[in-house]
């Protein structure tokens, strides 16, 4: 077994439409264990910092834009495989493409307003938890 560590945010809209329960619950029925979490109005020297791998991309600015259009609630998840499991779980970036059962099928709004964030690799989910938690803040 590989118990791994990986970053989670759930977006404004999930916040916005009260529906953080709805997603964690969807996290603990796969095996995620939520062993840290905070909600926070990210600021946007914060969201273009967090982001800075897609500032080139075209659609960078109303990532940020909505990215800080409310609190989001961030997370760091424990589980086996959990970077693959918690991709997996998540569904396709655009909803339209997204596996049934997955988060972003059942509550995503848009391509963008995609409901939830998941590191993409074990490297990304390190820098990731960093750049939101202390070890104090993680409680395995
Ligand atoms: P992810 O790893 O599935 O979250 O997808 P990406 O890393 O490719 O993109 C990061 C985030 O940018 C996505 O989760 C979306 O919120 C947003 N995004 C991706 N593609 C688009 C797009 O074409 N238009 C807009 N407005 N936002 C996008």
């Known amino acids: 077994m590989v118990l791994e560590r990986t970053f989670s945010i759930l977006k404004p809209d999930v916040t916005r439409r009260n529906l953080t329960g709805k997603i964690n619950e969807k996290i603990e029925a796969a095996s995620l264990r939520i062993i840290a979490q905070k909600r926070l109005w990210l600021t946007l020297p914060q ?11 075209s659609f960078f600015n109303d990532l940020c834009a909505f990215m800080t259009s409310g609190p989001v609630v ?14 997996d779980l998540m569904g396709a970036t655009n909803p339209a493409n997204a596996n049934p059962g997955t988060i972003r099928k059942e509550f995503a709004e848009s391509i963008e307003a995609n409901s939830v964030h998941g590191s993409d690799s074990l490297e990304t989910a390190a820098l990731e938890i960093k750049f939101f938690f202390s070890d104090l803040e993680i409680v395995g």
């Open 74 to 87: 961030v997370q760091v998840l424990e589980g086996e495989n959990a970077v693959v499991a918690y991709r």
């Open 47 to 57: 969201a273009e910092a967090f982001y800075g791998v897609h500032a080139t991309r």
